[in-house]
């Protein structure tokens, strides 16, 4: 089993930046592809970001392209997203998720694809 323990949500004003972070334990951190999920009240959990074993492959939800950044340190056992020009809908709890597939090559994008989650991190943009 693995365990993931996010950190780095806050409060921020629209436009600006946090990044949050997922240490990873338990198992071999590098034979995991990573996500980012977020969820906020009244909805359902959503995709992010997704990047793959060795972070050569990255994708994200088009709600995010081109202002957030998902990376991952494998020495570290950790993956990071780097969120930018927040926006008052990108308030939500965020969560980190490993693959349930181990070793595979892919990222994946469905929150079925993923069978560990971290406690998540709340994030608020205001207006």
């Known amino acids: 089993q693995v365990q993931l323990v996010e950190s780095g949500g806050g409060l921020v004003q629209a436009g600006g930046s946090l990044r949050l972070s997922c240490a990873v334990s338990g198992r071999t951190f590098n034979n995991y592809a990573m996500g980012w999920f977020r969820q906020a009240p009244g909805k359902e959990r959503e995709f992010v970001a997704a990047?793959?074993?060795?972070?050569?492959?990255?994708y994200y939800a088009d709600s995010v392209k081109g202002r957030f950044t998902i990376s991952r340190d494998n020495n570290k056992n950790t993956v990071y997203l780097q969120m930018n020009s927040l926006k008052p809908e990108d308030t939500a709890v965020y969560y980190c998720?490993?693959?349930?597939?181990?070793?595979?090559?892919?990222?994946?994008?469905?929150?079925?694809?993923?069978?560990?989650w971290g406690q998540g991190t709340q994030v608020t943009v205001s207006s």
């Open positions: 990047i793959s074993r060795s972070g050569g492959s990255t």
């Open positions: 998720a490993a693959d349930r597939y181990y070793s595979s090559s892919a990222y994946y994008t469905k929150v079925s694809d993923y069978n560990s």
